[in-house]
């Protein structure tokens, strides 16, 4: 009763009195009846974090495993929620499509530049960052000097290198030639490029933010792995803890018949 909000009400020369939910520790309600956070020593501060740390060292030393394995889920699935929260900031709304033609190129063409592209050392690296505005730059001053240019992806994950090659396509208004067995993409300028005057396109990432994404998007990889198999030996512990619940109570019932 100690930490209920006690709210009073005068209508007609009427008293009500209500208790609402209690509050938190170091909020209070003015005469307006909005709440506000009022202020707190640091003492207090360190008080309360020490008491919240001692409550999640008491679940995690419980001798009981379906308290540990619940505070443990628990706690990666606030993780979790948090990482997708800070992914939601590096989504870059899309530029909506130029129309341009795209070129139709023959077989003998396709061969050629094929072949031409293979020969060529000159390359641009997609790593773990992922397509950013400098990887489309440095597409843009390759082409200044040569017609193809491949795109090496590493890392990258299987069925990811055609993703990239739709992005880049998008991206660069480049012609995709051929993708290799070993996650490279040989793209063409094409016949009628025209180096545009902005080459990094507005709707990237810059190579900062794309390196903080990917950080945060492997964390979110790697909790929810942990989640499944946490998921995984709850149920299992369940699945246990009902066979031997079963087995116990059905102990007594044959020992009974036994003697009978």
């Known amino acids: ?88 900031k590096y989504d870059v709304p899309k530029a909506p499509a130029e129309a341009y033609d795209p070129e139709i190129l023959t077989e003998e063409e396709r061969h050629y530049l094929k072949r031409t592209g293979e020969k060529k050392k000159n390359y641009v690296q997609v790593g773990r960052r992922g397509v950013f505005g400098g990887v489309v730059l440095n597409m843009h001053l390759h082409w200044k000097k ?41 793209f063409y300028r094409g016949k009628n490029y025209v180096q545009p005057k902005i080459m990094s396109p507005p709707d990237t990432l810059s190579k900062n933010k794309a390196l903080e994404k990917y950080k945060y998007k492997q964390s979110l990889d790697h909790t929810s792995e942990f989640i499944e198999k946490l998921e995984k030996e709850l149920e299992e512990y369940l699945e246990h803890k009902a066979r031997y619940k079963k087995a116990k109570d059905g102990a007594p019932q044959d020992s009974l018949i036994s003697i009978l």
Not at 159 to 176: M, N
């Open 146 to 186: 040569h017609e193809t240019v491949k795109v090496t992806c590493k890392p990258c994950k299987p069925g990811q290198v055609h993703e990239y090659a739709e992005e880049l396509t998008r991206l660069s208004k480049g012609i995709v030639i051929d993708i290799k067995p070993n996650n490279t993409i040989i």
């Open 1 to 88: 009763m100690s930490n209920a909000s006690i709210e009073l009400k005068t209508d007609e020369d009427v008293i009500r009195f209500s208790f609402n939910k209690p509050l938190g520790r170091f909020v209070s309600t003015n005469r307006q009846g909005t709440t506000k956070r009022r202020k707190v020593s640091k003492k207090a501060k360190l008080n309360e974090l020490r008491f919240y740390r001692l409550k999640a060292k008491k679940k995690m030393n419980s001798p009981n495993s379906e308290v540990r394995i619940r505070y443990k889920l628990e706690k990666a699935k606030r993780k979790e929620a948090w990482l997708i929260e800070k992914l939601r």
